[in-house]
């Protein structure tokens, strides 16, 4: 029997964050992933912030990326799949789809459908994030992919809570402190509704995984705090396209 081939799937890191690219595939190393895919990343070039924190980081990065793709620094049509690992409402989700005909998504788009699908109606998902200004672009983001009005409110999205980082802080500051802001924001989240899952709302957050378990088990006990699903949004992401390509091959 011939073996399959392999689906070639592009991580697309748009800050210019070496160390930050590097965290994503330690992470994904960890994860059970099916031996036909083959996983690449790319870090925006230097002109890129190193820390998306804002619109204008959003703006600044997708340019940047661009540029690289102008330049042929990188070929699209070389993968089967495209992931933008940037936990925002990333336009570069939007202008990649239009360069190729491959799946395209986000980290964010991604933890939010992993989320829904581990969840039932009772119970509730939400996001620990990094600065205030993620709370209402996420908010937002939320509303605007399911369909919903700004402001809406959902009984299943128990909201974005910021611990006062930036993305760069995961790789500069102390693990003392990364460790206490973390777990305020995610205690904040819990105490807020019956959260079922957590999504961590930045890629620079992968690996920090058992800071937000330990909150969980100091506010629900140990339990119910281990039964919390913790989602970390390049993983997911990579598990989404994974499935995408998986079913454009099934129902073609």
């Known amino acids: 029997m011939a073996t399959p081939p392999k689906f070639k799937i592009l991580i697309v890191n748009p800050n210019s964050s070496k160390a930050m690219t590097e965290g994503m595939i330690s992470a994904i190393s960890n994860t059970t992933l099916s031996e036909n895919l083959e996983i690449s990343a790319y870090t925006a070039p230097s002109i890129?912030?190193?820390?998306?924190?804002?619109?204008a980081g959003i703006r600044d990065s997708t340019q940047a990326v661009l540029i690289d793709i102008m330049a042929g620094k990188f070929h699209l049509t070389s993968y089967d799949s495209?992931?933008?690992?940037?936990?925002?409402?990333?336009i570069l989700v939007e202008k990649l789809s239009a360069l190729t005909r491959a799946p395209v998504t986000g980290i964010f788009e991604?933890?939010?459908?992993?989320?829904?699908?581990?969840?039932?109606s009772a119970e509730s998902w939400g996001i620990v994030t990094t600065g205030a200004f993620w709370e209402r672009h996420l908010g937002d983001g939320v509303n605007a992919f399911l369909g919903q009005t700004v402001g809406q409110t959902n009984a299943r999205f128990a909201g974005t809570f910021s611990s006062g980082l930036t993305a760069g802080d995961?790789?500069?500051?102390?693990?003392?402190?990364?460790?206490?802001?973390?777990?305020?924001a995610t205690v904040r989240l819990l105490q807020a509704s019956k959260v079922r899952c957590v999504v961590m709302g930045c890629g620079g957050m992968a690996g920090l995984?058992?800071?937000i378990r330990g909150a969980a088990v100091e506010v629900y006990g140990k339990q119910r705090g281990e039964s919390v699903y913790i989602v970390d949004g390049v993983r997911a992401g990579v598990l989404q396209l994974h499935q995408t390509m998986l079913s454009r091959r099934e129902f073609a």
Do not use: G, M
């Open 209 to 211: 995984e058992s800071i």
């Open 48 to 55: 890129a912030p190193a820390s998306i924190d804002d619109d």
């Open 170 to 184: 995961f790789h500069t500051v102390s693990p003392e402190q990364v460790q206490a802001k973390l777990k305020d």
């Open 82 to 90: 495209i992931l933008v690992a940037c936990f925002s409402v990333h």
């Open 110 to 120: 991604a933890s939010i459908l992993t989320s829904l699908s581990l969840t039932t």
